[in-house]
Antibody, heavy 118, light 107 residues
Framework: EVQLVESGGGLVQPGGSQRLSCAASGFTFSSSWMTWVRQAPGKGLEWVANIKEDGSEIHYVDSVKGRFTISRDNAKSSLYLQMISLRAEDTAVYYC???????????WGQGTLVTVSS | DIQMTQSPSTLSASVGDRVTITCRAS??????LAWYQQRPGKAPKLLIY???TLESGVPSRFSGSGSGTEFTLTISSLQPDDFATYYC?????????FGQGTKLEIK
């Protein structure tokens, strides 16, 4: 069974930085694309970024390009999201998810809340 | 970007009802569509992928259909656990995009 556990959320000031982590188990992490999806309070789901199994292919939604960096460490079965220049509109629960090659998200973490506020 | 539009935004129904949620894409996405269920305070859960393939472990009362720009999620006989919010998601083009969600409420 896919298990994903996010950490690293919290309160951060506008313009600040935060690094999210996602620990994976129950599947072959190194053979799976991975993704981050976020959900602002009371709002719908928004895809943020994808990363290929070996990290050689990465995609971002335009609103985070140049500010967010997705990465992975297959030796540690871990996924990361480095966020800089944070804005109030980045406030959301951030979910990591395992991504099938065909693009559907088949396993989800419980999410970690990032609040950008002064 | 591909826009995904779900209808209705809210749906009131009773246990045992058959319900259908529609998702329309702003351009053709072939069959690259997934459906997710999200209960309050919980992570989304995959129900259907490639428009009509039921994820392992998901009850057979859930079904999906469609291709191109119009898709449907049908629940054949609502159970108490099914009252939740449902999202469609296209994964044919970047950026991946979700519908705005359909909240299924108890009548």
């Amino acid at each position: 069974e896919v298990q994903l556990v996010e950490s690293g959320g919290g309160l951060v000031q506008p313009g600040g930085s935060q690094r999210l982590s996602c620990a994976a188990s129950g599947f072959t992490f190194s053979s799976s694309w991975m993704t981050w999806v976020r959900q602002a309070p009371g709002k719908g789901l928004e895809w943020v970024a994808n990363i290929k199994e070996d990290g050689s292919e990465i995609h971002y939604v335009d609103s985070v390009k140049g500010r967010f960096t997705i990465s992975r460490d297959n030796a540690k079965s871990s996924l990361y999201l480095q966020m800089i220049s944070l804005r109030a509109e980045d406030t959301a629960v951030y979910y990591c998810a395992s991504l099938h090659r065909s693009g559907h998200m088949y396993g989800w973490g419980q999410g970690t809340l990032v609040t950008v506020s002064s | 970007d591909i826009q995904m539009t779900q209808s209705p935004s809210t749906l009131s129904a009773s246990v045992g009802d058959r319900v259908t949620i529609t998702c329309r894409a702003s351009q053709s996405i072939s069959s690259w569509l997934a459906w997710y269920q999200q209960r309050p305070g919980k992570a989304p859960k995959l129900l259907i992928y490639k428009a009509s393939t039921l994820e392992s472990g998901v009850p057979s009362r859930f079904s999906g259909s469609g291709s191109g720009t119009e898709f449907t999620l049908t629940i054949s006989s609502l159970q108490p656990d099914d009252f939740a919010t449902y999202y469609c998601q296209q994964n044919n083009y970047y950026p991946y995009t979700f519908g705005q969600g359909t909240k299924l409420e108890i009548k």
